[in-house]
């Protein structure tokens, strides 16, 4: 059993930037593969990043390439989701979650989820 609890969201202006945060209980967290979701009001939720188990690999969403970072700290059982230049649009609740397979497979194959964390991007 896993479980994530995510931080670090808030209020931020357009061109700012947040560092999400999520933990993982349990040894086994290198284990997994950890993504990144995101679901703005009236939307499906949607792919943003994921990683690797070792952190070796990412992928990315095309609407936030070259802004988002995702990493991980196996040794604190942690995943980071670093967002800069922020837009009004990345506004969503931001979940993390953890699949026990490769880190490239659909959202459906996502075996845990944390609870999500409100980021608010103002104009």
């Known amino acids: 059993q896993v479980q994530l609890v995510e931080s670090g969201g808030g209020l931020v202006q357009a061109g700012g930037s947040l560092r999400l945060s999520c933990a993982s209980s349990?040894?086994?967290?290198?284990?997994?593969?950890m993504g990144w979701f995101r679901q703005a009001p009236g939307k499906e939720r949607e792919f943003v990043a994921a990683?690797?188990?070792?952190?070796?690999?990412?992928l990315y969403a095309d609407s936030v390439k070259g802004r988002f970072t995702i990493s991980r700290d196996n040794a604190k059982n942690t995943v980071y989701l670093q967002m800069n230049s922020l837009k009004p649009e990345d506004t969503a609740v931001y979940y993390c979650?953890?699949?026990?397979?490769?880190?490239?497979?659909?959202?459906?194959?996502?075996?845990?989820w944390g609870q999500g964390t409100q980021v608010t991007v103002s104009s």
């Open positions: 979650a953890a699949v026990y397979s490769y880190y490239d497979v659909p959202q459906k194959r996502y075996n845990y």
């Open positions: 990683i690797s188990w070792s952190g070796g690999s990412t």
């Open positions: 349990g040894r086994t967290f290198s284990s997994y593969a």
